[in-house]
RNA sequence: GCGCCCGUAGCUCAACGGAUAGAGUACUUGGCUUCGAACCAAGGGGUUGUAGGUUCGAAUCCUGCCGGGCGCACCA
């Protein structure tokens, strides 16, 4: 609808003769002012040099089929001024007004409206509009270090690289879910030699353990470095090879309970002598500079940075080229996307432009996607320090938490919920806000899995599942039947002459007008890589449900057929949309 | 020093240059005999860091200042 609405209102705009105003049609924030709003007039009127409302009426005229207007509404307050047309030529829309400084409103009709919640609650979303449909997407994420524990950085780069997987799947696109795993340095040596002292402990404690000790035994780790590095001795090589096992077995259980499958792994052993190579063959883009291999990135407006250091071995730069060759490799992608921190951008940029240099058929195929740190209120964390709260240690406090309130129901996997429930509480945390800024994560009200949260989610569709339970045992079918919604047809649609927008939106109208926006804002979302739109839409989506349901039973309630698609309708869009957020949505809770 | 990002209610966050800047939380009050109360309803709470500028219209764009974060050569 909104697709058609913007063609409609480009069309006019062309016979007005502003062919190129950049106008948009949104969903404005408040329902009085209709389903979909347009600020064309605002912009037209700015380019021809008028009155902003002459311009909305002649639009509106347009737009109408009939261009006789109803006369001024004099019910209104004077500074909302409306004109009302009688007849109206697109299909479903039930009445345009002009509102405001120019804004053209356009409100849906019952009928419309109904359709679509129909088409919802059988799992109709329509098209989502994208560049890249049918091309193949790669996205990396997660990037956890085998010998290293897990910490809740880790944590949030998983939750925002999958999601935004999801939403690209939602475009149409393929995508290919990678990670890219270092798996040598000197992090490696720390670990193996921590083990060495404490062989009962944890690979993540021992790495903690010898990072601890590292200064005073900086000449024994290094050279245990080398050791590993060169293969000498059959003990250490035995041990690394363990405990890179140990450490990806053990990722790959906490990937399974995020909800994380990836398609590809990649390993700093693997790329990092590719790396050196592609430096090597390209003395154009790379020269040499106090010993090192370095690429001059002021010429681009960047920064020098160096790819092999004095040593011969290649850095973390050349290593991320020999990357994006071994990922090249895998397919032809129309865009890969690496998920990481805000301290990495500049890097990212330097390396881009050395990687499209070297591979010029990449140009503008590379996007970072960056975000914050995710800061906890109640203490700092620190993967060098012991006493560092990791993304697994939350993520188990959580769940306890979870446990915790279910206790006295009878659920048929409480542990499995509860995990559900702790992961839907730390991605909601990470996906409710826009990208970039840090995040302030506080566990202790987080535990309570109250209010704004990836639980009130969750809850909400488990509701709705059970009250779609209840009614199937009491024989409701669900369909809009021959009911009337009763506050539908005698509130705002319709009949202009009626509508009374002083007194408040009633909760069932709040509910379904919210429902048929869903797929516009999934648009949005993965135009921008922004999944926070998802979150914001579905926790006020939840909340119109939680209150509608407050006032108007299915079961027993004066419109049983109808108010059961509208929930079925609901428990469709939560689903899907917590699926695109990769938030688990618990059958029970 | 140079570059990038940020500053919105006590706290955590929304607001695609537009309409009366919104949610949650905390606080106060009311609501479970009826489909799940992890819920709902109501109330107070704001000079959008600050001073200017552009615009019919600025939290949003531009400039200065204040405050904070990150990055700038052989770590990853």
């Known amino acids: 609808m909104r697709e058609a609405l913007y063609i409609a209102i480009q069309k006019a705009l062309v016979e007005l003769g502003v062919p190129d105003a950049p106008f948009v049609v949104e969903r404005p924030g408040d329902m009085s002012h209709g389903d979909y709003s347009t600020n064309a007039a605002l912009i037209a009127a700015k380019q021809l040099e008028k009155n902003p409302r002459e311009i909305a009426e002649m639009l509106q005229e347009k737009l109408s089929s009939e261009k006789v207007l109803g006369s001024p509404r004099s019910a209104r307050p004077d500074h909302f001024l409306q004109k009302v047309s009688p007849s109206i030529s697109l299909e479903g829309i039930s009445k345009i007004e002009i509102a405001g400084p ?46 290293k524990e897990f910490h809740i950085g880790h944590l949030m780069t998983n939750t925002i690289g999958e999601s935004i997987a999801h939403l690209f799947e939602a475009a149409g696109a393929t995508v290919a879910r990678a990670n890219y795993q270092g798996d040598v340095g000197v992090h490696v040596a720390k670990a193996i030699w921590g083990k060495q002292q404490k062989p009962e402990s944890l ?40 405990g890179r096992a140990q450490s990806l077995e053990h990722f790959e259980k906490l990937y399974a309970m995020l909800g994380t499958k990836f398609d590809y792994y990649f390993f700093e052993s693997q790329v990092g002598p590719v790396g050196l190579e592609i430096v090597k063959k ?26 092999v250091n004095s040593k011969g071995l290649p850095t973390y730069e050349a290593k991320e080229l020999g990357l994006v060759e071994a990922k090249k490799e895998k397919g032809d992608f129309a865009l890969s996307i690496t998920v990481t921190a805000n301290e990495i951008q500049d890097y990212f940029k330097v390396v881009r432009k050395a990687a499209e240099l070297v591979f010029p058929d990449l140009e503008g195929k590379m996007i970072g996607r960056f975000h914050g740190f995710l800061k906890l209120t109640t203490g700092k964390m620190s993967s060098r320090k012991g006493n560092a709260i990791t993304g697994e240690s939350l993520l188990m406090d959580l769940k306890d938490a979870a446990k915790e309130k279910m206790q006295g129901r009878e659920l048929k996997d409480v542990e499995k919920t509860a995990e559900q ?58 369909g809009s039947g021959e009911e009337k919604s009763p506050v539908s047809a005698a509130g705002w649609s319709g009949n202009a002459a009626t509508s009374d927008f002083s007194s408040p939106i009633n909760p069932r109208v709040t509910l379904e007008r919210t429902l048929i926006h869903f797929t516009e804002v999934v648009e949005r979302a993965a135009a921008e890589l922004e999944p926070h739109y998802v979150t914001t839409y579905l926790t006020e989506l939840a909340s119109a449900f939680n209150s509608w349901y407050m006032v108007e039973r299915v079961v027993g309630g004066p419109n049983p057929q109808s108010a059961l698609l509208l929930t079925e309708a609901f428990e469709s869009v939560l689903k899907n949309g917590l699926t695109l957020l990769g938030i688990p949505a618990p059958e029970e809770m």
């Open 102 to 147: 120019g804004f053209i409103n356009f409100f849906l009709s019952h009928e419309a409206v109904a359709s679509e919640i129909e088409k919802i609650a059988g799992g109709e979303f329509g098209e989502i509009k994208s560049d890249l449909k049918g091309q193949k997407v790669m996205v990396e994420y997660t990037d956890p270090n085998p010998f």
């Open 203 to 242: 690979w993540g404690e021992a790495y903690v353990f010898g990072s601890e000790r590292y200064d005073a035994h900086k000449e024994e780790v290094d050279e245990l470095n080398k050791i590993i590095y060169e293969k000498t001795d059959a003990a250490v090589n035995a041990l690394y090879e363990a």
């Open 282 to 307: 390209h003395p154009e883009v790379f020269e040499e500079s106090e010993g090192a291999v370095v690429f001059k990135g002021e010429q681009y407006g960047l920064h020098t940075r160096v790819f």
């Open 421 to 478: 429930i702790a992961v839907g509480a730390i991605k909601y945390a990470v996906l409710k806000q826009g990208s970039g800024k840090d995040i302030i994560f506080d566990p202790e009200k987080s535990l309570s899995l109250q209010g704004d949260s990836g639980p009130y989610l969750q809850y909400a569709r488990v509701r709705a599942l059970s009250i779609m339970k209840a009614a199937k045992e009491a024989g409701v079918i669900a």
